[in-house]
Nanobody, 121 residues
Framework: QVQLVESGGGLVQAGGSLRLSCVAS????????MGWFRQAPGKEREFVAA??????YYADSVKGRFTISRDNAKMTVYLQMNSLKPEDTAVYYC????????????????WGQGTQVTVSS
């Protein structure tokens, strides 16, 4: 069992940056593949980025602007978001799985409560 708590969301102007953090509980954080997803109003939740020992993966819409990283000692995964656009506005969720890293929602077993990111034009 792992619990995830996101932070770092907020209001930013287009072109700005934010860094999201997700702190995990539990003793085997390094064994988990971690993902970030987002859900905009009226839209389905979508994949943003993921990280595991296999590598890092990004949605095409954020590639080159967002960077996912992790600090296993701090049991934290980060999402650095640069060059933000109004279409990046969404609730961002952190997710974890002991399975293979995935871009699918159903590939993750544990979810945080989300943090709101709002990008103004």
């Amino acid at each position: 069992q792992v619990q995830l708590v996101e932070s770092g969301g907020g209001l930013v102007q287009a072109g700005g940056s934010l860094r999201l953090s997700c702190v995990a509980s539990g003793r085997t954080f390094s064994s988990y593949a971690m993902g970030w997803f987002r859900q905009a109003p009226g839209k389905e939740r979508e994949f943003v980025a993921a990280i595991s020992w296999r590598g890092k993966y990004y949605a095409d819409s954020v590639k080159g602007r967002f960077t996912i990283s992790r600090d296993n000692a701090k049991m934290t995964v980060y999402l650095q978001m640069n060059s933000l656009k109004p279409e990046d506005t969404a609730v961002y969720y952190c997710a974890a799985t002991l399975g293979i890293v995935s871009q699918a929602i159903k590939g993750y077993d544990y979810w945080g409560q989300g943090t709101q990111v709002t990008v103004s034009s």
